[in-house]
């Protein structure tokens, strides 16, 4: 039992010094952004412009399930004129960035795994080193900067959508006159909010893509392992996600 566990515990830091190592490589590769800028440009394409579908669809049902939700917390308490309030602050700060880190987990986290994965076990990454191509600055760097760059962005753009959701349903399923919920959503907009949610963003966009990577990277068994390595960084970003909105929590609002 103590052997097991002790490997387990040997297992896992010897996987995060790989981990730190391989985002130092990527830090060192930055120098070259500008020259390879087209591959940035088309990674953002990947996870920005192919993703504003399933980011609109996450927005708007986010914020109508959150306008029903306070509805019915606050019902014969106080008055649905605090709906604009009361869900604007959860969805700019909490609803928006997680939801949507978490589904680009899956869709862009998971994606980049199976992606290098297939290239490691096919022994492409092994036909770019020979070719005297690094495959963290051809493969990883893009990736990594390109997903830091568009979540906050596709964070913005489904928060907005989240909060027209829960107008719609103000509006139209609970009575609440236009201008109470707008003047409501108004009192409780405040800038430090939505720079709260995107620098989260920008965590969850660098965790997200980073450990899709480096668990690309790590691919063995054939597609077998492939399959294994994408449900890993699926669970593992997803679990990283939800750490760091904790932490960053304390750091941003709760201190």
């Known amino acids: ?66 306008c029903w939700q306070a509805a019915y917390q606050i ?15 959860a969805i700019i700060i909490e609803l928006g960035p997680v939801l949507a880190a978490i589904v680009l987990a899956g869709r862009v986290g998971a994606s980049m795994a199976a992606e290098l994965g297939t290239m490691k076990v096919t022994e492409q990454i092994d036909a770019l080193e020979s070719m005297a191509i690094s495959p963290v600055r051809y493969l990883a760097m893009p990736r990594i900067v390109a997903t830091t ?41 405040e800038v430090k909010d939505v720079v709260a949610g995107t620098i989260k963003a920008v965590f969850f966009g660098l965790s997200i893509s980073s450990i899709g990577c ?13 399959g294994l390595s994408t449900i890993k960084a699926f669970v593992v970003a997803a679990a990283s996600i939800l750490i ?12």
């Open 244 to 255: 760091l909105d904790y932490v960053l929590w304390n750091f941003l609002i709760g201190m």
């Open 149 to 189: 760059v568009m979540l906050p962005v596709l964070v913005i753009y489904a928060s907005s959508i989240a909060i027209i959701g829960s107008y719609l349903v103000a509006v139209l399923f609970l009575d609440v006159p236009s201008e109470t919920f707008l003047n409501s959503f108004k009192k409780a907009f």
């Open 1 to 66: 039992m103590i052997t097991f566990v002790g490997g387990k515990v040997f297992k896992f830091f010897t996987e995060l010094g790989q981990f730190f190592y391989l985002m130092l490589r990527v830090l060192k590769s930055l120098g070259r952004m500008f020259r390879d800028r087209m591959l940035i440009i088309e990674q953002m394409q990947h996870v920005g412009v192919n993703s504003l579908a399933l980011v609109t669809i996450i927005g708007i049902f986010t914020g109508a399930v959150s």
């Open 75 to 89: 019902k014969g308490l106080i008055s649905y004129s605090y709906l604009g309030s009361a869900t604007t602050k």
């Open 214 to 226: 480096f668990i690309g990277f790590q691919t063995k068994g054939g597609a077998e392992g492939v």
